[in-house]
């Protein structure tokens, strides 16, 4: 039984092109949570998603950023016009219900914006 | 503004001997939480929880002590092993989104 896959697992980008993060849950979850981790920082929220539904988006910064997890395919998150700070580890977890303890995270993806 | 505090960077400790990681919280609503260890290059992994409910919560040789009126919880290892050097994340999963510290690195050495 696969874990929670991202890919890529490193990414570089210019500034000002895009980036798109893939994860695939774990089988048979449902539930998708994208975290960001700056240098020498813990962890924060980005974003809670269901199939084909945006829960809660609360940590997502207004502009250039987006997520979705269509019905079919992984969840997407999609950095437009990206800028040096936009480079961090992004993370993605997937449970099966709402409780965080049941939640898997995957290895992540390295952004790197040059 | 951080609501959970990992105040020790980093925490040295010899093989088989015990490791005490530390976790402070500022929001006297949050009632349930969570260790995760982190690998580099890797997700976090999750290792133990407690709920406000209690106030010491055990797994093999991992104890989380939780002391709600100082709103702090710490995490046992004993006895520490080289395989547990890693980041250990405090965090608070009440509701949906979990609200990482920012971590401690643990270094044992044989």
């Known amino acids: 039984n696969a874990g929670v896959m991202q890919n890529p697992r490193h990414l570089v980008r210019r500034r000002g092109q895009e980036a798109r993060l893939r994860c695939s849950p774990m089988?048979?979850?449902?539930?998708v949570y994208w975290y960001r981790q700056l240098p020498e920082e813990g962890l924060k929220f980005m974003v809670y998603?269901?199939?084909?539904?945006?829960?809660?988006e609360s940590g997502m910064p207004k502009e250039r950023f987006s997520a979705e997890f269509p019905k079919e395919g992984p969840s997407i998150l999609r950095i437009q016009q990206v800028v040096r700070g936009d480079s961090a580890a992004y993370f993605c977890?997937?449970?099966?219900?709402?409780?965080?303890?049941?939640?898997?995270f995957g290895q992540g993806t390295r952004l790197t914006v040059v | 503004d951080q609501q959970v505090k990992q105040n020790s960077p980093s925490l040295s400790v010899q093989e088989g001997r015990i490791s005490i990681l530390n976790c402070d919280y500022t929001?006297?609503?949050?009632?349930?939480f969570l260790w995760y260890k982190k690998y580099p290059a890797e997700g976090p992994t999750f290792l133990i929880s407690?709920?406000?409910?209690?106030d010491k919560n055990e797994d093999g040789r991992f104890t989380v002590f939780l002391n709600k009126s100082a709103k702090h919880l710490s995490l046992h290892i004993v006895p520490s092993q080289p395989g547990d050097s890693a980041v250990y994340f405090c965090?608070?999963?009440?509701?949906?989104?979990?609200?990482f510290g920012k971590g401690t690195k643990l270094t044992v050495n044989p």
């Open positions: 929001n006297s609503m949050f009632d349930y």
């Open positions: 089988k048979g979850h449902s539930h």
């Open positions: 407690i709920s406000s409910i209690k």
């Open positions: 998603l269901q199939k084909e539904n945006i829960i809660d």
């Open positions: 965090a608070e999963g009440g509701s949906e989104k979990l609200v």
């Open positions: 977890a997937s449970s099966l219900g709402r409780k965080n303890t049941e939640a898997f």
